[in-house]
Protein backbone atom coordinates (compact mmCIF):
# COMPACT_ATOMS: atom_id res chain seq x y z
CA UNK A 1 0.00 0.00 0.00
CA UNK A 2 0.82 3.81 -0.29
CA UNK A 3 1.27 5.14 3.43
CA UNK A 4 0.76 8.53 3.58
CA UNK A 5 0.27 10.85 7.20
CA UNK A 6 -3.50 10.93 8.16
CA UNK A 7 -3.74 13.62 11.51
CA UNK A 8 -6.36 14.17 13.23
CA UNK A 9 -6.02 17.04 15.71
CA UNK A 10 -2.98 15.64 17.85
CA UNK A 11 -2.66 11.89 16.71
CA UNK A 12 -1.59 10.39 13.25
CA UNK A 13 -3.69 7.48 12.53
CA UNK A 14 -0.97 5.85 9.92
CA UNK A 15 2.45 4.99 10.81
CA UNK A 16 4.89 4.69 7.99
CA UNK A 17 6.73 1.25 8.26
CA UNK A 18 9.90 2.18 6.55
CA UNK A 19 10.24 5.55 7.99
CA UNK A 20 9.42 4.23 11.58
CA UNK A 21 12.53 1.70 10.51
CA UNK A 22 14.70 4.79 9.13
CA UNK A 23 13.81 7.02 11.86
CA UNK A 24 14.95 3.89 14.64
CA UNK A 25 18.30 3.84 12.25
CA UNK A 26 18.91 7.56 12.40
CA UNK A 27 18.85 7.78 16.07
CA UNK A 28 21.40 4.30 16.53
CA UNK A 29 23.55 6.80 13.93
CA UNK A 30 23.46 9.56 16.38
CA UNK A 31 24.42 7.40 19.33
CA UNK A 32 27.67 8.08 20.24
CA UNK A 33 29.55 5.00 22.64
CA UNK A 34 30.38 5.83 26.38
CA UNK A 35 32.36 3.73 29.21
CA UNK A 36 30.45 1.98 32.19
CA UNK A 37 27.31 1.98 30.89
CA UNK A 38 24.55 -0.30 31.64
CA UNK A 39 24.62 -3.58 30.16
CA UNK A 40 21.42 -5.42 31.07
CA UNK A 41 18.40 -3.02 30.49
CA UNK A 42 14.62 -3.09 30.62
CA UNK A 43 12.44 -0.06 29.37
CA UNK A 44 9.26 0.50 30.65
CA UNK A 45 7.55 2.24 27.55
CA UNK A 46 10.14 1.25 24.98
CA UNK A 47 8.78 2.34 21.76
CA UNK A 48 8.57 6.00 21.19
CA UNK A 49 9.89 9.36 22.74
CA UNK A 50 12.45 9.10 25.26
CA UNK A 51 11.58 5.59 25.80
CA UNK A 52 12.87 4.24 23.08
CA UNK A 53 15.89 7.09 22.72
CA UNK A 54 17.29 5.21 26.39
CA UNK A 55 16.82 1.78 24.95
CA UNK A 56 19.42 2.76 21.61
CA UNK A 57 21.61 4.73 24.04
CA UNK A 58 21.98 1.98 26.59
CA UNK A 59 22.19 -0.78 23.22
CA UNK A 60 24.00 1.01 20.83
CA UNK A 61 26.00 3.74 22.90
CA UNK A 62 26.90 0.92 25.85
CA UNK A 63 26.62 -2.57 23.77
CA UNK A 64 23.38 -3.54 26.54
CA UNK A 65 21.46 -6.12 25.71
CA UNK A 66 18.09 -4.93 26.09
CA UNK A 67 14.13 -5.57 26.66
CA UNK A 68 11.58 -3.31 26.00
CA UNK A 69 7.57 -3.22 27.12
CA UNK A 70 5.20 -1.30 25.43
CA UNK A 71 1.30 -1.32 24.10
CA UNK A 72 1.36 -1.40 20.52
CA UNK A 73 -1.43 -2.00 17.58
CA UNK A 74 -0.12 -5.16 15.03
CA UNK A 75 -0.80 -3.80 11.20
CA UNK A 76 -2.50 -5.96 9.27
CA UNK A 77 -2.40 -6.77 5.23
CA UNK A 78 -5.18 -3.38 4.97
CA UNK A 79 -3.72 -0.83 7.55
CA UNK A 80 -0.81 0.08 9.46
CA UNK A 81 0.17 -0.84 12.85
CA UNK A 82 1.43 1.77 15.08
CA UNK A 83 4.67 2.88 14.97
CA UNK A 84 5.53 1.50 18.22
CA UNK A 85 5.07 -1.53 16.68
CA UNK A 86 7.30 -0.98 13.87
CA UNK A 87 10.20 0.91 15.84
CA UNK A 88 10.14 -2.17 18.28
CA UNK A 89 10.70 -4.59 15.15
CA UNK A 90 13.43 -2.08 13.25
CA UNK A 91 15.40 -1.86 16.73
CA UNK A 92 15.58 -5.67 17.13
CA UNK A 93 17.07 -6.54 13.74
CA UNK A 94 19.37 -3.24 14.42
CA UNK A 95 20.51 -5.29 17.58
CA UNK A 96 20.47 -8.83 16.21
CA UNK A 97 22.72 -7.41 13.63
CA UNK A 98 25.17 -6.14 16.06
CA UNK A 99 24.89 -9.41 17.90
CA UNK A 100 23.11 -7.54 20.77
CA UNK A 101 20.09 -9.82 22.81
CA UNK A 102 17.01 -7.34 22.07
CA UNK A 103 13.23 -8.61 23.04
CA UNK A 104 10.08 -6.79 22.80
CA UNK A 105 6.98 -7.17 24.94
CA UNK A 106 3.70 -6.18 23.74
CA UNK A 107 1.34 -5.63 25.87
CA UNK A 108 -0.44 -4.12 29.20
CA UNK A 109 2.79 -2.94 31.51
CA UNK A 110 0.83 -2.14 34.34
CA UNK A 111 -0.59 -6.07 34.59
CA UNK A 112 0.32 -8.51 36.76
CA UNK A 113 0.33 -10.70 33.59
CA UNK A 114 3.21 -8.64 32.51
CA UNK A 115 5.35 -8.43 34.88
CA UNK A 116 5.15 -12.39 35.28
CA UNK A 117 6.19 -12.89 31.76
CA UNK A 118 9.33 -10.03 31.70
CA UNK A 119 10.56 -11.89 34.94
CA UNK A 120 10.35 -15.33 33.78
CA UNK A 121 12.87 -13.57 30.13
CA UNK A 122 15.42 -12.16 32.24
CA UNK A 123 15.60 -15.34 34.79
CA UNK A 124 15.99 -17.54 31.35
CA UNK A 125 17.47 -15.13 29.43
CA UNK A 126 19.65 -12.99 30.91
CA UNK A 127 20.21 -13.84 34.67
CA UNK A 128 19.60 -10.37 35.91
CA UNK A 129 19.28 -6.85 35.30
CA UNK A 130 21.43 -3.64 36.34
CA UNK A 131 18.73 -1.03 34.90
CA UNK A 132 15.11 -0.39 34.61
CA UNK A 133 13.92 2.76 32.85
CA UNK A 134 10.65 4.24 34.04
CA UNK A 135 9.19 6.15 30.72
CA UNK A 136 5.50 5.04 30.34
CA UNK A 137 3.10 7.71 29.33
CA UNK A 138 -0.88 6.10 29.18
CA UNK A 139 -4.10 7.69 29.65
CA UNK A 140 -5.75 4.66 30.96
CA UNK A 141 -4.76 2.18 33.56
CA UNK A 142 -6.33 -1.05 34.64
CA UNK A 143 -5.42 -1.55 38.32
CA UNK A 144 -4.44 -5.41 38.92
CA UNK A 145 -5.46 -5.49 42.51
CA UNK A 146 -8.82 -4.09 42.11
CA UNK A 147 -9.26 -4.68 38.35
CA UNK A 148 -10.79 -0.97 38.51
CA UNK A 149 -10.56 0.86 34.84
CA UNK A 150 -8.63 4.30 35.62
CA UNK A 151 -8.51 7.42 33.34
CA UNK A 152 -6.10 10.28 34.08
CA UNK A 153 -7.55 13.97 33.34
CA UNK A 154 -5.23 16.39 31.79
CA UNK A 155 -6.59 19.92 33.83
CA UNK A 156 -5.88 22.43 35.95
CA UNK A 157 -6.47 22.62 39.47
CA UNK A 158 -8.10 25.23 41.90
CA UNK A 159 -10.00 27.23 38.96
CA UNK A 160 -10.70 27.55 35.74
CA UNK A 161 -7.48 28.48 33.69
CA UNK A 162 -7.26 30.70 30.40
CA UNK A 163 -4.32 30.23 28.31
CA UNK A 164 -3.73 30.42 24.73
CA UNK A 165 -3.37 27.32 22.44
CA UNK A 166 -1.84 26.43 19.08
CA UNK A 167 -3.43 24.52 16.31
CA UNK A 168 -0.86 22.49 14.57
CA UNK A 169 -2.42 21.44 11.72
CA UNK A 170 -4.59 24.58 10.90
CA UNK A 171 -1.09 26.91 12.06
CA UNK A 172 -3.42 29.14 14.30
CA UNK A 173 -2.74 30.48 17.59
CA UNK A 174 -6.27 30.46 19.80
CA UNK A 175 -7.32 30.94 23.38
CA UNK A 176 -9.22 27.96 25.39
CA UNK A 177 -10.50 28.03 29.18
CA UNK A 178 -9.71 24.77 31.23
CA UNK A 179 -12.37 24.08 33.58
CA UNK A 180 -10.60 22.62 37.00
CA UNK A 181 -10.52 19.06 37.84
CA UNK A 182 -12.35 17.30 40.56
CA UNK A 183 -10.55 15.73 43.92
CA UNK A 184 -11.60 12.11 42.34
CA UNK A 185 -10.14 13.12 38.89
CA UNK A 186 -6.97 14.32 40.60
CA UNK A 187 -6.61 11.03 42.13
CA UNK A 188 -7.24 8.98 39.22
CA UNK A 189 -4.52 11.24 37.11
CA UNK A 190 -2.10 10.36 40.36
CA UNK A 191 -2.97 6.57 39.91
CA UNK A 192 -2.43 6.18 36.42
CA UNK A 193 0.61 8.72 36.23
CA UNK A 194 2.39 8.69 39.32
CA UNK A 195 4.56 6.05 41.01
CA UNK A 196 3.12 3.06 42.13
CA UNK A 197 3.30 1.07 39.27
CA UNK A 198 7.21 1.78 38.89
CA UNK A 199 7.13 0.46 42.70
CA UNK A 200 5.14 -2.73 41.59
CA UNK A 201 7.89 -3.13 38.90
CA UNK A 202 10.39 -3.15 41.34
CA UNK A 203 9.09 -5.29 43.79
CA UNK A 204 8.18 -7.98 41.17
CA UNK A 205 11.91 -7.96 39.56
CA UNK A 206 13.51 -7.68 43.33
CA UNK A 207 11.42 -10.88 44.45
CA UNK A 208 12.16 -12.78 41.81
CA UNK A 209 15.65 -12.08 42.55
CA UNK A 210 16.75 -10.36 39.22
CA UNK A 211 18.28 -7.53 40.44
CA UNK A 212 21.92 -7.14 39.81
CA UNK A 213 24.06 -5.53 42.27
CA UNK A 214 24.49 -2.06 42.20
CA UNK A 215 21.12 -1.93 39.88
CA UNK A 216 19.79 1.29 38.75
CA UNK A 217 16.46 2.56 38.30
CA UNK A 218 15.29 6.01 36.56
CA UNK A 219 11.97 7.37 36.10
CA UNK A 220 11.04 10.27 33.57
CA UNK A 221 9.71 13.49 34.68
CA UNK A 222 8.99 17.37 33.32
CA UNK A 223 8.49 20.21 35.62
CA UNK A 224 9.50 22.99 32.69
CA UNK A 225 8.59 26.29 32.75
CA UNK A 226 5.67 28.86 34.83
CA UNK A 227 4.25 29.42 31.76
CA UNK A 228 2.77 26.11 31.25
CA UNK A 229 2.72 25.35 35.03
CA UNK A 230 -1.13 25.81 35.58
CA UNK A 231 -1.91 22.51 33.22
CA UNK A 232 1.90 20.98 33.43
CA UNK A 233 3.39 20.74 37.34
CA UNK A 234 0.57 22.79 38.81
CA UNK A 235 -2.15 20.70 37.85
CA UNK A 236 -3.12 16.65 37.97
CA UNK A 237 -0.24 16.08 35.77
CA UNK A 238 1.93 17.85 38.52
CA UNK A 239 0.45 15.99 40.96
CA UNK A 240 0.76 12.39 39.51
CA UNK A 241 4.54 13.48 38.90
CA UNK A 242 5.14 14.86 42.54
CA UNK A 243 4.21 11.00 43.28
CA UNK A 244 7.36 10.14 41.93
CA UNK A 245 9.59 11.59 44.18
CA UNK A 246 7.71 9.53 47.07
CA UNK A 247 8.00 6.66 45.10
CA UNK A 248 11.82 7.19 44.22
CA UNK A 249 12.49 6.86 48.11
CA UNK A 250 10.42 4.05 48.48
CA UNK A 251 12.14 2.01 45.95
CA UNK A 252 15.54 3.61 47.35
CA UNK A 253 14.79 2.07 51.15
CA UNK A 254 13.83 -1.00 48.69
CA UNK A 255 17.03 -1.04 46.92
CA UNK A 256 19.42 -1.17 49.75
CA UNK A 257 19.93 -4.97 49.60
CA UNK A 258 21.49 -4.57 46.46
CA UNK A 259 23.39 -1.69 46.84
CA UNK A 260 21.08 0.13 44.02
CA UNK A 261 19.72 2.93 43.46
CA UNK A 262 16.87 4.92 42.29
CA UNK A 263 16.30 8.35 40.64
CA UNK A 264 13.83 11.00 39.23
CA UNK A 265 15.38 12.58 36.28
CA UNK A 266 13.55 16.14 35.17
CA UNK A 267 13.83 16.17 31.82
CA UNK A 268 13.09 18.89 28.76
CA UNK A 269 10.44 19.63 26.86
CA UNK A 270 10.04 17.40 23.35
CA UNK A 271 7.81 17.09 20.73
CA UNK A 272 5.68 13.69 21.68
CA UNK A 273 2.57 11.89 21.13
CA UNK A 274 1.92 12.63 24.87
CA UNK A 275 3.27 16.26 24.84
CA UNK A 276 0.62 17.40 21.87
CA UNK A 277 -2.01 16.54 23.59
CA UNK A 278 -1.77 18.74 26.27
CA UNK A 279 -3.19 22.24 25.62
CA UNK A 280 -0.73 24.67 25.74
CA UNK A 281 2.26 22.86 25.62
CA UNK A 282 2.87 22.71 21.84
CA UNK A 283 2.51 26.17 20.90
CA UNK A 284 5.07 26.33 24.14
CA UNK A 285 7.46 23.82 22.53
CA UNK A 286 7.22 25.54 19.35
CA UNK A 287 8.40 29.43 20.40
CA UNK A 288 10.76 26.96 22.87
CA UNK A 289 12.67 25.46 20.01
CA UNK A 290 13.10 28.30 18.53
CA UNK A 291 14.91 30.22 20.73
CA UNK A 292 16.90 27.13 21.83
CA UNK A 293 18.10 26.79 18.17
CA UNK A 294 18.39 30.25 17.63
CA UNK A 295 20.91 30.10 20.85
CA UNK A 296 22.62 26.96 19.58
CA UNK A 297 21.86 25.07 22.53
CA UNK A 298 18.72 22.55 21.38
CA UNK A 299 18.56 19.08 21.97
CA UNK A 300 17.01 16.41 20.02
CA UNK A 301 15.66 13.72 22.29
CA UNK A 302 18.37 11.33 21.64
CA UNK A 303 20.88 13.91 22.17
CA UNK A 304 19.36 14.68 25.58
CA UNK A 305 19.20 11.05 26.46
CA UNK A 306 22.76 10.84 25.71
CA UNK A 307 23.50 13.47 28.12
CA UNK A 308 21.54 11.60 30.42
CA UNK A 309 23.04 8.50 30.59
CA UNK A 310 26.76 10.20 29.85
CA UNK A 311 27.15 12.95 32.30
CA UNK A 312 24.73 12.11 34.77
CA UNK A 313 23.55 8.23 35.41
CA UNK A 314 27.06 6.75 34.21
CA UNK A 315 29.35 9.48 34.61
CA UNK A 316 32.10 9.98 36.74
CA UNK A 317 31.18 12.82 38.92
CA UNK A 318 28.17 13.25 40.88
CA UNK A 319 24.66 13.88 39.47
CA UNK A 320 23.04 16.92 39.04
CA UNK A 321 20.57 17.12 41.56
CA UNK A 322 18.09 19.68 42.93
CA UNK A 323 17.06 19.80 46.55
CA UNK A 324 14.29 17.13 46.13
CA UNK A 325 17.15 15.11 44.80
CA UNK A 326 16.04 14.78 41.37
CA UNK A 327 18.49 14.56 38.50
CA UNK A 328 18.16 17.73 36.68
CA UNK A 329 19.16 17.89 32.71
CA UNK A 330 16.36 20.38 31.82
CA UNK A 331 19.03 23.09 32.50
CA UNK A 332 19.53 24.43 29.08
CA UNK A 333 15.71 25.06 28.51
CA UNK A 334 15.77 26.48 32.04
CA UNK A 335 18.51 28.82 31.52
CA UNK A 336 17.61 32.70 32.31
CA UNK A 337 18.19 33.84 29.01
CA UNK A 338 16.30 31.44 26.83
CA UNK A 339 12.94 31.43 29.62
CA UNK A 340 13.14 35.39 29.18
CA UNK A 341 12.88 35.36 25.79
CA UNK A 342 10.19 32.82 25.54
CA UNK A 343 8.31 34.76 28.35
CA UNK A 344 8.78 37.84 26.01
CA UNK A 345 7.13 36.38 23.02
CA UNK A 346 4.48 34.52 24.72
CA UNK A 347 1.83 37.92 24.75
CA UNK A 348 2.57 38.58 21.28
CA UNK A 349 2.18 35.75 19.40
CA UNK A 350 0.08 34.94 17.10
CA UNK A 351 -1.51 33.10 14.19
CA UNK A 352 0.08 36.13 11.84
CA UNK A 353 3.29 35.80 13.16
CA UNK A 354 4.08 32.39 13.95
CA UNK A 355 6.60 31.73 11.47
CA UNK A 356 8.74 34.53 12.37
CA UNK A 357 8.40 34.04 16.43
CA UNK A 358 7.88 30.11 17.08
CA UNK A 359 9.38 27.06 14.69
CA UNK A 360 5.96 25.22 13.73
CA UNK A 361 8.10 24.07 11.01
CA UNK A 362 10.05 22.38 13.04
CA UNK A 363 7.24 21.23 15.50
CA UNK A 364 5.44 19.81 12.69
CA UNK A 365 8.61 17.65 11.36
CA UNK A 366 8.78 16.41 14.68
CA UNK A 367 5.39 15.15 15.21
CA UNK A 368 5.59 13.56 11.73
CA UNK A 369 8.98 11.82 12.30
CA UNK A 370 7.12 10.11 15.37
CA UNK A 371 4.89 8.53 13.00
CA UNK A 372 8.10 7.41 10.08
CA UNK A 373 6.81 10.93 7.90
CA UNK A 374 9.59 12.90 6.31
CA UNK A 375 12.78 10.90 6.84
CA UNK A 376 15.74 11.73 4.26
CA UNK A 377 16.58 8.22 2.23
CA UNK A 378 12.60 7.11 2.02
CA UNK A 379 10.39 6.83 -0.77
CA UNK A 380 6.65 7.75 -0.02
CA UNK A 381 5.26 7.07 -3.04
CA UNK A 382 6.45 3.22 -3.10
CA UNK A 383 4.51 0.44 -2.49
CA UNK A 384 5.17 -0.81 1.17
CA UNK A 385 4.29 -4.00 2.92
CA UNK A 386 2.78 -3.01 6.09
CA UNK A 387 3.57 -5.97 8.34
CA UNK A 388 7.33 -4.85 7.74
CA UNK A 389 8.24 -8.56 7.20
CA UNK A 390 11.54 -8.14 6.08
CA UNK A 391 11.94 -7.08 9.87
CA UNK A 392 9.95 -10.11 11.67
CA UNK A 393 11.84 -11.75 13.84
CA UNK A 394 13.39 -15.22 13.21
Not at 387 to 394: D, G, I, Q, R
Given at each position: ?I????????????????????????????????????????????????????????AF???????????????????????????????????????????SF???AFS???????????????????????S???????????????????K????????????V?K??????????????????????????????????????G????????????Y???????????E???G?????????????????N???G?A???????V??????????????????F???????????????????????L???????????????????????A????????W?I??T???????D?????S????????????????????P????????
Open positions: MVKPRVRGFICTTAHPRGCAAHVQEQIGQTLPFENGPKKALVIGASGGYGLASRVVAGAGADTLGVSFEKAPTDRKTGSAGWYNNRAFEAAARARNLYAKDGDDAMKTEVVDEIQSSLGQIDLLVYLAAPVRRHPRTGELIRSHIPLGEAFHVKTLHDAEVSEVDLEPATEEETAATVAVMGGEDWELWIAALREAVLARGFRTVAYNIGSDLTWPIYWATLKAKEDLDRACASINHELQVDAHVAVLKAVSQASAAIPVVPLYISVLRVMKDAGTHETTLDHIQRLFRDQYGAGPCNVDDVGRIRVDDRELVAVQDEVKRRPIAENLDRLALAGYRDFLKIFGFGLEGVDYDADVDMLAEFSTP
